[in-house]
T-cell receptor
Framework: DQQVKQNSPSLSVQEGRISILNCDYT??????FLWYKKYPAEGPTFLIS?????DKNEDGRFTVFLNKSAKHLSLHIVPSQPGDSAVYFC??????????????FGQGTILTVHP | DAGITQSPRHKVTETGTPVTLRCHQT?????MYWYRQDPGHGLRLIHY???????DKGEVSDGYSVSRSKTEDFLLTLESATSSQTSVYFC?????????????FGSGTRLTVV
């Protein structure tokens, strides 16, 4: 039972254009969402997060939008650069106490930015 | 270099043998996690720790055990390795700010069980 889904295995965009990566979730208890980027043979690197009490968070070229009623979030990268080519993972967290910080990940989306 | 170090980076082992992977952090983080990455599944949580000697199971914990005797070290043991445990294993660490600021991941251990 996949609680976090990234339905697009891959995305290809032109340099300078917008990249939009999507993520859907089913667990209404999720209260924090994170995006990670991963290059081959490296560990995931944190990009941006959003709390469920917000609907938008922005950091430089990266913006995450959260639509709680649709249980959907998206990551926008503007403008896209060739160095952004990587696998992007959406992750969600629910609960506190000793379960704090346990992340449920989506399957990932491979982003390719062409020069 | 501060951060998270995983060892070994690569390992090939035979079915039925025990294997221990090590995660070492230098940031004094309270929370530590072990994930495995497999095609089509993203990363899945194996075990996690919320303090020294305090550990609990994740969603794919069968066949794995962990120990945390010091803040900086979190060990993952495969009691008797099976081919289904061939995977890339990642360790992560962070504190209460981790959901806002992100958890730091190690570079991973590629384990092959033959």
């Amino acid at each position: 039972d996949q609680q976090v889904k990234q339905n697009s295995p891959s995305l290809s965009v032109q340099e300078g254009r917008i990249s939009i990566l999507n993520c859907d979730y089913t667990n209404s208890m999720f209260d924090y969402f994170l995006w990670y980027k991963k290059y081959p043979a490296e560990g995931p690197t944190f990009l941006i997060s959003i709390s469920s009490i917000k609907d938008k968070n922005e950091d430089g070229r990266f913006t995450v939008f959260l639509n709680k009623s649709a249980k959907h979030l998206s990551l926008h990268i503007v403008p896209s650069q060739p160095g952004d080519s990587a696998v992007y993972f959406c992750a969600a967290s629910a609960g506190g106490g000793t379960s704090y910080g346990k992340l449920t990940f989506g399957q990932g989306t491979i982003l390719t930015v062409h020069p | 270099d501060a951060g998270i170090t995983q060892s070994p980076r690569h390992k090939v082992t035979e079915t039925g043998t025990p294997v221990t992977l090590r995660c070492h952090q230098t940031e004094n983080h309270r929370y530590m996690y072990w994930y495995r990455q497999d095609p089509g599944h993203g990363l899945r949580l194996i075990h996690y720790s919320y303090g020294v000697k305090d550990t609990d199971k994740g969603e794919v914990s069968d066949g794995y055990s962990v120990s945390r005797s010091k803040t900086e070290d979190f060990l993952l043991t495969l009691e008797s390795a099976t081919s289904s445990q061939t995977s890339v294993y990642f360790c992560a660490a962070g504190d209460r700010t981790g959901l806002r600021d992100g958890y730091t991941f190690g570079s991973g251990t590629r384990l092959t069980v033959v």
